[in-house]
């Protein structure tokens, strides 16, 4: 069964499963907020480009994170997603690698229009960002290994993202869904996602009363069953069951703070044997 512990390596916090990395040679990882050098209000480890932050301090956040992975050498081959709220996943290929890599000085853009990037290919370490939303990292290991990360909100949440995510991974590795182990990281909790009854009705009508609780809505739930419901196990999806909202000294939160940064879902095959 997946599972996330708590890492620190040169002053950056991120959730990681250290036996995946040790036994198949792949890496993910959900960042914290702290130990960049972006001011407030998107202070401090800001990952996004597109928030309003200064460029140069995205920069060198994603360097800093990088290097805290270990994964620092590749840093110009880090791959990203224009991120729209959609349900399209896509799958990265050689032409795609470094798009969106750097927020200033860069020409290659982020992959656009789509919120899941999947790849097989080795040294290629994909990042979304998140403040909120359901950030989930999908991986195989065999035939072929393969990772995904998948941005949902509530929209994609509903239309079934976190479900193609895994088909095309799926694809991508030559596996069966059943094979597929997922994460899922932080995000704003039940407690604090008050929606509208309209809306509501709609997840209970496609997913049931389960992610439902007094006019709000748990779309980690909503993320696990879509998973399930294409074949993902319930014991193979991992839930970090922590509430963006709840802890804003750790994670960003538009709906808590309004104007702030991007924490960041970060998964790479690392190169070399298993």
């Known amino acids: 069964m997946p599972a996330l512990s708590t ?10 499963d250290d036996d995946l990395r040790s036994g198949s040679g792949i890496l993910v990882a959900f960042t914290e907020r702290t130990g960049g050098c972006s001011s407030a209000p998107f202070a401090t480890l800001n990952l996004a480009a597109h928030v309003g932050d200064d460029p140069d301090a995205v920069d060198a956040n994603r360097a800093s994170a990088m290097g805290s992975l270990g994964i620092g050498g590749v840093r110009d081959r880090l791959t990203m997603a224009q991120q729209v709220h959609g349900t399209s996943v896509v799958e990265v290929g050689s032409s795609d690698v470094g798009a969106g890599a750097f927020a200033s000085g860069g020409t290659a853009l982020p992959v656009a229009g789509v919120d899941g990037l999947v790849t097989v290919l080795e040294a290629v370490p994909l990042l979304l960002c998140f403040a909120d939303c359901v950030p989930v990292v999908l991986v195989a290991t065999a035939p072929r290994r393969a990772v995904a990360v998948v941005h949902a909100g509530w929209r994609g949440a509903l239309g079934g ?52 609780a007094q006019g709000r809505l748990d779309l980690g739930v909503v993320v696990s069953e879509s998973l399930n419901g294409v074949g993902v196990p319930i014991s193979s999806v991992c839930r970090a069951g922590i509430c963006t909202a709840e802890r804003t000294d ?25």
């Open 7 to 16: 890492r620190t390596a040169d002053g950056i916090t991120v959730l990681t």
């Open 250 to 274: 750790a994670f960003f939160s538009y709906r808590a703070e309004g104007l702030t940064g991007r924490h960041g879902a970060v998964a790479c095959i690392l190169e070399g044997p298993r």
């Open 161 to 212: 993202i976190a479900a193609e995510g895994a088909r095309r991974l799926a694809l991508a590795a030559g596996c069966d869904t059943s094979a597929i182990s997922a994460y899922v990281g932080p995000h704003i909790g039940v407690c604090h996602y008050e929606v509208d009854a309209a809306l509501l009705s709609q997840f209970v009508d496609t997913f049931g009363t389960i992610v439902a």
